[in-house]
């Protein structure tokens, strides 16, 4: 069965950090390439982050570019968000999804003093 | 970069209704649209994949067309477990979902 479970989510200060998990298993993550999805409270969502299988393409959306990184590891079925410089309309639920509609649980990232 | 834009932003129908939910893209992305139904707390779940594709598992009530620019989602028959937002999503470069259309119950 296929499963993502994020992790790492909390309440941080503006300008702060915070490195998020997803760990993957269930299906050969190497093979795949990944998103990261935001959805801020009550609103829509919001594709915040893409890494190629290999790590070889990466993109980002305007609004965390220069902030966010995004990376993987292949050996460890795992994907990462490392977010820095926070601010407070970063506060959201970020799901990892990747393929015809596996998301995982999310995790909540809250940004306030 | 593509955008979404998604009518109507609500809707209120009853049991047994039929609904319609319109998307429309920026640009052609020939049919590389996915429909999604998220109910609070939960993260999307797929509906339909390609435009019309209707995924494993889902309920043959609910069906999706279109291709370029414009399309559109439908639920044949309103129930109540379909209280939820849609959103649709285009990954023809990238991801962007459009901004979500909120089903009530009438």
């Known amino acids: 069965e296929v499963q993502l479970v994020e992790s790492g989510g909390g309440l941080v200060q503006p300008g702060g950090s915070l490195r998020l998990s997803c760990a993957a298993s269930g299906f050969t993550f190497s093979s795949y390439s990944i998103n990261w999805v935001r959805q801020a409270p009550g609103k829509g969502l919001e594709w915040v982050s893409y890494?190629?299988?290999?790590?070889?393409?990466?993109d980002y959306a305007d609004s965390v570019k220069g902030r966010f990184t995004i990376s993987r590891d292949n050996g460890k079925n795992s994907l990462y968000l490392q977010m820095n410089s926070l601010r407070a309309e970063d506060t959201a639920v970020y799901y990892c999804?990747?393929?015809?509609?596996?998301w995982g649980q999310g995790t909540l990232v809250t940004v306030s003093s | 970069d593509i955008q979404m834009t998604q009518s109507p932003s609500s809707l209120s129908a009853s049991v047994g209704d039929r609904v319609t939910i319109s998307c429309q893209a920026s640009?052609?992305?020939?049919?590389?649209l996915n429909w999604y139904q998220q109910k609070p707390g939960k993260p999307p779940k797929l509906l339909i994949y390609?435009?019309?594709n209707l995924e494993t598992g889902v309920p043959s009530r609910f069906s999706g067309s279109g291709s370029g620019t414009d399309f559109t989602f439908t639920i044949s028959s309103l129930q109540p477990e379909d209280i939820a937002t849609y959103y649709c999503?285009?990954?023809?470069?990238?991801?962007?979902f459009g901004p979500g259309t909120k089903v009530d119950i009438k």
């Open positions: 640009q052609d992305i020939s049919n590389y």
């Open positions: 999804t990747f393929g015809r509609g596996h």
């Open positions: 890494i190629s299988s290999s790590s070889s393409t990466i």
């Open positions: 390609d435009a019309s």
């Open positions: 999503q285009q990954y023809d470069n990238l991801f962007t």
